[in-house]
């Protein structure tokens, strides 16, 4: 059975890093609330392609390995991808380079005319869509051929579909730091707890990892 | 060594209870957010007077003991003894009856003209003050007699003691609820985990404790 699932980085105040334009497009608080995630072996090795075994191995690890099982199918918000950043440019193909690290259909939803699909090196492909999250959900359904979605992201695109009550797994690992500004991560969120069973549990870096279950 | 001591109770999301006016002075939030607590058996035997033995003994009852334990002195705000609610009432003595659980002076933060001290049974003594929050802690460390001091509240209050780098030690029981409503307990906070070292820990109700010492 398919389930949509969200993974989210917050400070210990609920807050997450606002973008700060195209030199610095997830700003500067990024750094502090992904640190101890970038520190473990998964993300060395998925996401910059350190194979040496460098990293860490303990309980951010295990939810990093998790981030990446299971996935059939993304759908990520148009700021996520870079729309909001190159607005100007028709030929912009994300953040990832040319081989992205997804492997699959990775719908972006945009308000503005939607672009033709991009084919990636690696089996990722970029489809456009300016429909309803639940249209765009279903069509991710039947691309992710009886795996998971996720929902990328930002933060906005994963509270709309929070709210709408389409999301079956949450997680957010939550940094020991205060930020004290940024997009509010739990915002219209209220009484999430009564819909979805949580689980807690501290890593060995001080993260906190919170997840909401349906 | 006398220290600052300061305990709060928060939501998921960072929030604490606002309250409600005369009738639900602690706000329909405060329960959800304080519950786990509640059933301590701490709480139980020092708050509501249940020496039946009843209530948690895990990790939320060592923070509720420690919460009781090695205090000379307590400052809270006018909010908190109630002169908000009950602006008109001179003869007003919190909400805590003729015998409140304190056992020692409690130094009430007023900008409005200072009222008499008030002596009640069991040892405790209400004294209002109007001057700089460092005068008064300076004052209260005098009636403290080496034991520690603590800033009872409300959240503005602690905040104000925060934010003016004179707290030693902050305790947040972070309970598992989003409000998305109240006060919010980090404001102005951004980088305490600078100044201070951090714990975290989770109790048996899903309770999350977070401690910054420094």
Redesign the interface.
Known sequence: MTRVRIDLFSS???CTSAGDGPENPMGEDWGPITAAYVATRTMKERVFGDTSGAGTTGIDDAYATAFFTGIGAEIMGAAMFGLHTFPDDPDWKGWWGDEPPFGFPVFVLTSTAPRPDIAMQGGTTFRFRDGRIEDVLAEASEAAGGLDIRVGGGIRTARAFLRAGLVDDLHVAIA??????GH??????????QTHR?T???AES?T?H?TFTR
């Open positions: 210990l105040d609920g020991p730091v205060v930020l004290d500004r509010r991560v739990w915002e219209d969120l209220r009484g999430l707890e949580m807690t549990e501290v001080g906190l919170v």
